[in-house]
Each structure stands twice: as C-alpha cells, then as structure tokens.
C-alpha cells in the first residue's frame, strides 16, 4: 500500500502543470502600430503610431486568447509635421473628435501550438469593421533582462479605409492599407 502511494504521488508531481490564462501588458517602447499604403501610384508609403497600449491574454494550452488594443491616432508620424497634421485633420483621422482606434478581438485561432491569427474588430472614426489579423511571428519567454515572462508577436490586416470614413482622394491615393502591428507584452 505504501508502494501504491508514493508511485500516485510521483506520478502527480510529474503531471504536466495545467496552464491558465496569463495577461501579458503591451510594453510602451517595443509596441507599435504601422499603416502602408498606394500614394498615387508612386510609392508605397509607410508610417506609423508612436503610442500602442492594451493588453492581450493567452491561454496556451486551451488554445484561447484576448486582446485589447488602444492607438493614440494623435501619435501618428510620417516623418513630416505638416503631412502628420494633414492626417490628423478631420479629412482623414479628425483626431480631436476621434482621438484614438480600438482593436477588440473575438478569438484566436491556433495551427497546432502556434497562434496564426485574431479575429476581432476593429474601430477608426466611431466605425467599426470586422478585422482578421495573421499572425507572422509569435514567440513567449523569460525576457533576457527583464527576467519576466514575455511575449511578442506581429500580426498583419488589410483595410479599406474608405470603408472608416477615411476615403480622402480615393483612389488616386489608395483605397486599401495595410496594418502592421509589432507587440511586445510582459506577464502582468
């Protein structure tokens, strides 16, 4: 009998441990959003928010997950002062009547123990729009200096931003844009 109960109890300390839903809080300085688009034909143009907040939840083993994400469409750069105020102005962003973007997810999709993609909506000037974001890198780990459970991810979607209120000279300059978003998140 003795026998019997020491090998339930090996046993139970070998067991896998069952994980459990864990928050991880965006890092400020590793969290960005960026949007590409057809400038007349010409070029691709790139820029991007400078301020990226929120939170994502991720449950591994349940394969489930959240993600909550707020872009300060104040904080967006072009590079160029002028063209940022241009997009600010109420032909486009209208950033003192909207000043921020949402992403909300409805659920995360995983291919084996990877997570491909996210689905959820997404909310530019009062309009919200349904928004699958795939998944291109995801990884979770001790952050080296940190010392804290971290996780990164980036993830793409494409828009039509006339589909936001934001059809301004559609379509010479182009209609659809494309969202980049590079997280960085630490274990809350």
């Given at each position: ?121 997404l909310t ?8 699958t974001l ?55």
């Amino acid at each position: 009998m003795k026998r019997i109960a020491t090998l339930a109890i090996a046993a139970t300390l070998s067991l896998p441990a069952f994980a459990a839903p864990e928050t991880y809080g965006l890092d400020a300085n590793h969290t960005f959003t960026s949007f590409s688009y057809s400038h007349f034909g010409y070029s691709i143009q790139q820029s991007r928010f400078d301020k990226t907040t929120g939170s994502v939840t991720i449950d591994r083993a349940a394969k489930t997950g959240s993600a909550d994400i707020t872009i300060d469409v104040k904080s967006v750069s072009t590079g160029s002062e002028a063209f940022n105020g241009h997009l600010k102005g109420d032909g486009f962003f209208d950033a003192d009547k909207f000043p921020t973007a949402t992403y909300k997810s409805t659920g995360f999709k995983f291919d084996g123990d990877k997570l491909a993609s996210i689905d959820g909506n997404l909310t530019i000037k009062g309009v919200t729009k349904p928004a699958t974001l795939t998944v291109t890198n995801f990884h979770c780990m001790p952050h080296p200096m940190s010392k804290k459970d971290a996780c990164g991810a980036n993830a793409t979607t494409k828009i039509k931003r006339s589909d936001f209120n934001l059809g301004k000279y559609v379509p010479n300059v182009g209609d659809e844009v494309t969202i980049t978003v590079a997280i960085e998140a630490v274990k809350q």
